[in-house]
């Protein structure tokens, strides 16, 4: 059974760091890895996907890297920003069969200090 | 390029009574599935439907159902609600065909059950 943890649950950091967020699967067999943000009580928005193929995707200040062999995903945030304030998700999308279902992690709860 | 939509944005139920959410997907997205959020469960899989078909479904009780129709928007039914289904309800959007496709959300229905 796929299982998603993210660490860490929550970061605080001050405004202008560079950080990285954690994501791990148990399972490889995955077709790909998906990044989301989640403002409180809104719907998710989609910020990267990388295919099982693939070692990374960046967009702007977003990085993200994909070790299907390991586990392990990460999001790379440069220059972090206090807009950037929201709970990050990553959920992977499993090999076998066709179906969009996701399996996502706890999120991580990032504040970024001005 | 409208995103997804979803209608209403918050309900407000007694135990025992039933309730229709609905899902408008992007167009030309023929492929859309729901999830629920809760504090304690994170986001979980309900069902996905595709070119009105179901073509997955997550550990739910009967009481949850879905329908999809020839234009893609989709609905689903919770009957005999009860308080542990208060959460928010997301619903997915994509193109369905092929297997590596993005995944974009609605901004959820608040339901709570009183």
């Known amino acids: 059974k796929q299982e998603v943890t993210q660490i860490p649950a929550a970061l605080s950091v001050p405004e202008g760091e560079n950080l990285v967020l954690n994501c791990s699967f148990t399972?490889?067999?995955?077709?790909?890895l998906q990044w989301f943000r989640q403002d409180p009580g809104k719907g998710l928005t989609s910020l990267l996907l990388?295919?099982?193929?693939?070692r990374e995707q960046t967009s702007g200040r977003l990085n993200a890297s994909l070790d299907k062999s390991s586990g392990r995903s990460t999001l790379y945030i440069a220059a972090s920003q206090p807009g950037d304030s929201a709970t990050y998700l990553c959920a992977v999308r499993r090999d076998g069969g066709a179906t969009n279902k996701l399996i996502f992690g706890t999120g991580t709860l990032l504040a970024v200090q001005p | 390029k409208a995103g997804v939509t979803q209608t209403p944005r918050y309900l407000i139920k007694t135990r025992g009574q039933q309730v229709t959410l609905s899902c408008s997907p992007i167009s030309g997205h023929r492929s859309v599935s729901w999830y629920q959020q809760t504090p304690g469960q994170g986001l979980q899989f309900l069902f996905e439907y595709f070119s009105e078909t179901q073509r997955n479904k997550g550990n739910f009780p009967g009481r949850f159902s879905g329908r999809q129709f020839s234009n893609s928007r989709s609905e689903m039914n919770v009957s005999t609600l009860e308080l542990g289904d208060s959460a928010l309800y997301l619903c997915?959007?994509?193109?369905?065909?092929?297997?590596?496709?993005?995944?974009?959300f609605g901004p959820g229905t608040r339901l709570t059950v009183l």
């Open positions: 997915a959007s994509s193109h369905g065909a092929d297997r590596y496709n993005e995944q974009f």
């Open positions: 990388i295919q099982s193929s693939q």
């Open positions: 399972d490889s067999a995955i077709y790909n």
